[in-house]
């Protein structure tokens, strides 16, 4: 769970930590090409965010917003 596409690259981060102490962000960003974010509301679930990930430039992940 996160509270934004972008928090839930971090959270993939921290589940793949516990597994391996090898720093993981570029396999991450290969693994992985979109990101949504779905938020419940009182009348449903509804995509919030959705971000394209393109890659790790050694210090942070290069994403594009697809929201429109």
Not at 28 to 45: H, P, Q, S
């Amino acid at each position: 769970h996160a509270n934004n596409a972008r928090a839930a690259l971090g959270r993939i981060e921290t589940l793949v930590g516990e597994t391996t102490q090898t720093p993981m962000q570029s396999t991450i960003a290969e693994a992985v090409d979109l990101v949504l974010f779905i938020n419940k509301t009182a009348t449903g679930r509804r995509v919030e965010d959705v971000i394209r990930v393109s890659g790790f430039d050694g210090t942070d992940y290069v994403c594009e917003s697809l929201n429109s």
